[in-house]
């Protein structure tokens, strides 16, 4: 196959982020398969493409409560893959579902792939929660220093939190307003775990989690499955079908793994500004053509800090930002318009792909009432640890 300029997004398939099954013992062995099997099927029936069609499938590799392993191979015998160009899973903390994107459209780009997937299913909320903090301290955590003394993945961003509230004279109340306005946009995503509206009182009272962070601050425990369908941009048009365009790509990481070994601004979140940047020179746009951003943001204040990093607002000035409206539905930059990490929901391994799936339907006009009116230019981006790296792709109308 030739090389291709551009990369089409043709269809997609997703299920509501939520709990899919009861606790230990009453699981149903092969739910995963059939979740996702079925999320497959429903994405290639909207592509009109068959199993058949697909080069190469780039799963996410799934959480530990997972008994299946070799998912990816044993996912393409369930739904009838024979892949040419590849048939992989991958990992990598907060960017596992930004890879698998990154990595079927790069084989899209250099022609090893006229149709490729990027999927994945996560079912983890029937783990047990203790081994999932000893997964997540040995995750993100250096298993000499910080694990043993048990700081928590969450509890970066509770540091993050205090550093800026202290600096800036923000309040609680204040950042209280990223939860509030995530719910105004879920209440309309079908999609969303959480639809109900929240009020400031209620993310206040919420019981603590990690100073200065409650329990409506942080995300859920969450599950799903989703499919992307991707493919050049030349069958994208012979097929019909309504599409959007991949039209740029960064990345950067800093060289920290979560929190330094010397002193850092652990508010800067540099790898979201450079990431950001590059992206915006490959699509050769502005970041001004923005219309819309999905920012893996998984508490409050990491939407407001990656927000200022990428240059939405100045240093500092997000939290002004938010409670101007700009942020929020009909703003002048309305971010995480799905709900976002705490309302849309958050099962990590995926989480990026819904976060895509998101700005698809808004670029092709189909959000619904939560719909960014004009939208023609979106950014996506997706992180892994303190945002010590950065995944952005740039989305637009064909």
Same mark, same amino acid.
């Given at each position: 196959m030739s090389r291709n300029s551009r990369v089409a997004i043709l269809a997609?398939?997703?299920?509501?982020?939520?709990?899919?099954?009861?606790?230990?013992?009453?699981?149903?062995?092969g739910l995963e398969q059939e979740v996702l099997a079925a999320v497959v099927r429903q994405a290639l029936q909207e592509a009109k493409l068959s199993a058949m069609d697909v080069?190469?499938?780039?799963?996410?590799?799934?959480?530990?409560?997972?008994?299946?392993?070799?998912?990816?191979?044993?996912?393409?015998?369930?739904?009838?893959?024979?892949c040419k160009g590849q048939l992989c899973e991958v990992s990598q903390m907060g960017t596992t579902g930004g890879n698998a994107f990154d990595i079927a459209a790069s084989d899209v780009l250099l022609g090893r792939a006229r149709v490729a997937l990027a999927l994945g299913v996560v079912r983890q909320?029937?783990?047990?929660?203790?081994?999932?903090?000893?997964?997540?301290?040995?995750?993100?955590?250096?298993?000499?220093f910080q694990s043993p003394v048990g700081i928590p993945p969450i509890g970066w961003y509770g540091l993050d939190a205090a550093r800026y509230l202290y600096d800036t004279g923000a309040s609680r109340e204040q950042l209280a307003q990223v939860a509030?306005?995530?719910?105004?946009?879920?209440?309309?995503?079908?999609?969303a775990q959480f639809r109900k &509206? =929240?009020? #400031?009182?209620?993310?206040?009272? /919420? !019981?603590?989690?990690?100073?200065?962070?409650?329990l409506l601050d942080v995300p859920a425990r969450a599950d799903g499955a989703v499919c992307l369908v991707l493919c050049e941009e030349k069958l994208a048009k012979t097929s019909g079908r309504p599409y959007v365009i991949v039209s740029g790509r960064g990345f950067a990481h800093e060289g920290f793994h979560q929190i330094g070994d010397r002193p850092h601004d652990i508010t800067a979140f540099p790898a979201a500004t450079l990431a950001s940047q590059h992206a915006l020179k490959d699509a050769g746009r502005q970041l001004a053509d923005i219309d819309f951003a999905e920012l893996y943001a998984p508490c409050t204040i990491t939407e407001i800090l990656v927000s200022e990093a990428i240059g939405f607002?100045?240093?500092?000035?997000?939290?002004?930002?938010?409670?101007?409206?700009?942020?929020?539905?009909?703003?002048?930059? &309305? =971010?995480? #318009?799905?709900?976002?990490?705490? /309302? !849309?929901?958050?099962?990590?391994?995926?989480?990026?792909?819904?976060?895509?799936?998101?700005?698809?339907?808004?670029?092709?006009?189909?959000?619904?009432?939560?719909?960014?009116?004009?939208?023609?230019?979106?950014?996506?981006?997706?992180e892994l640890g303190n945002y010590n790296a950065a995944l952005v792709h740039i989305l637009e109308t064909a």
């Open positions: 997609a398939g997703a299920v509501p982020v939520g709990r899919l099954t009861a606790k230990a013992p009453e699981l149903s062995a080069d190469t499938a780039v799963f996410t590799a799934n959480p530990p409560t997972t008994r299946q392993l070799g998912f990816a191979t044993f996912m393409a015998a369930q739904i009838g893959l024979q909320s029937d783990g047990d929660p203790a081994a999932a903090m000893e997964n997540g301290l040995r995750t993100v955590g250096d298993v000499d509030v306005k995530s719910r105004q946009f879920s209440a309309h995503n079908e999609l &509206p =929240l009020t #400031t009182e209620e993310v206040l009272a /919420a !019981r603590p989690i990690v100073e200065p962070l409650g607002a100045e240093r500092g000035k997000g939290i002004e930002l938010l409670l101007e409206g700009a942020t929020g539905p009909g703003g002048r930059i &309305p =971010l995480n #318009t799905s709900g976002g990490c705490l /309302a !849309r929901g958050h099962p990590p391994q995926i989480t990026a792909l819904y976060g895509l799936l998101e700005a698809r339907e808004q670029l092709l006009q189909q959000a619904g009432k939560r719909q960014v009116a004009n939208a023609q230019c979106a950014m996506h981006c997706c």
